[in-house]
């Protein structure tokens, strides 16, 4: 999820029991002009294997020369997105658009099959329009064409976030498919993933939005454990990422990011309302750490057992430009 699964967001999603996670979605226009900020997207690290990582583009050869440099990186899947209903994407011809103009879509993933050895998986949505079924004509064409799995989040991209994943479409592609399918779309819960699994015949499931400030559905999904999480736990991890995110993308950067995953963790009447509101005006990650532990003082030792439990820094380190790492 672009502005949201970063490093930190990919190793909690592993930790709570995700099986696979995928990077932000990257350019494939801004990896090959070199644009630092782009290229920062591809900073993983050796603990963060297997990762998927997500490219975005309507040039072929520039879309087969991006999946070269993300394996390089070390990606261990290369994930299209025919999915993004965002103007800015959609009017250069990428994202969910590629789902209007089959053939092109099929040469994008002709060409990224051919240029890696690596496995290329496909994300995408039902199709442009409400009630669309593009996905159904366009799905057997792209696996054709080189795609191992498909992902299939079963709203039009007019939908945008509105209404309801329909995944009866879901079903009717794997029918039609002979390899793993992916269902995408409002799954926030063990009852919810295993109605979505027993009605598509889908493979998996992938969750999104429940998983912003909450990885504790996952492991619910997963083992089927209690998915509420004490006060405790909730700033525990928080501070983690919050921490996290400052040594990924430096002070200034992670600050106004982090911002909506307050939101994120301490709602769901986790915390009052105006606790956020108190957090999102401080100035500093540690500012707000300190406000954390003073409303939760027990968060501290949890604290200490996650930081004891994380991967040697070694391994979470990259060899990037020192810029990248500061952030700017
Ligand atoms: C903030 C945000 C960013 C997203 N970015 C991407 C993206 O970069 N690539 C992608 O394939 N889907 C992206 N999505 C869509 C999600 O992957 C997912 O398909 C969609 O949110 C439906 O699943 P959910 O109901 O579990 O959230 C994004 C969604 C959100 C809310």
Redesign the pocket.
């Known amino acids: 999820?672009?502005?949201?699964s970063v490093q930190a967001f990919r190793r909690q999603g592993r930790r709570f029991g995700a099986g696979l996670v995928c990077s932000?979605?990257v350019s494939c226009s801004g990896l090959h002009h070199g644009n630092e900020r782009t290229l920062g997207y591809l900073r993983i690290a050796a603990d963060e294997h297997p990762l998927a990582v997500?490219i975005f583009g309507s040039e072929p050869e520039l879309m087969a020369e991006a999946a070269q440099m993300v394996v390089e990186a070390g990606a261990d899947i290369v994930d299209i997105?025919f999915?993004?209903p965002v103007r800015k994407v959609t009017k250069t011809g990428a994202g969910a658009t590629l789902l209007d103009d089959p053939d092109r879509a099929e040469r994008i993933v002709a060409a990224v099959a051919g240029a890696v050895d690596a496995p290329v998986s496909v994300?995408m949505r039902r199709g442009l329009e409400d009630g669309s079924r593009a996905c159904l004509a366009v799905g057997p064409r792209l696996v054709e064409a080189g795609a191992a799995t498909l992902t299939l989040?079963p709203r039009s991209a007019k939908q945008m976030?509105t209404g309801t994943?329909d995944h009866s479409v879901t079903a009717e592609l794997v029918e039609l498919v002979d390899v793993p399918v992916i269902a995408?779309?409002?799954?926030t819960s063990r009852a919810r993933a295993q109605a979505v699994l027993a009605s598509t015949g889908a493979a998996a499931v992938?969750?999104?939005?429940?998983a912003q400030g909450n990885p504790w559905v996952l492991r619910e999904i997963v083992d089927g454990d209690e998915p509420e999480p004490t006060r405790e736990e909730v700033v525990a991890e928080l501070i983690l990422f919050i921490r996290e995110t400052v040594r990924e993308m430096g002070e200034r950067r992670a600050s106004g990011f982090l911002k909506k995953f307050y939101g994120w963790y301490l709602g769901r009447g986790r915390f009052p309302r105006q606790f956020k509101q108190e957090l999102v005006v401080l100035a500093t990650t540690g500012e707000a750490i300190d406000r954390l532990l003073l409303a939760a003082p027990g968060a501290a030792a949890v604290l200490d057992r996650l930081e004891d439990e994380q991967p040697p820094v070694d391994d979470r380190l990259l060899e990037l430009p020192v810029s990248i790492y500061g952030g700017g």
């Open positions: 999820m672009a502005g949201v932000e979605m997500q997105n999915g993004c994300k989040h976030y994943a995408c779309g409002d799954v992938m969750v999104g939005r429940g």
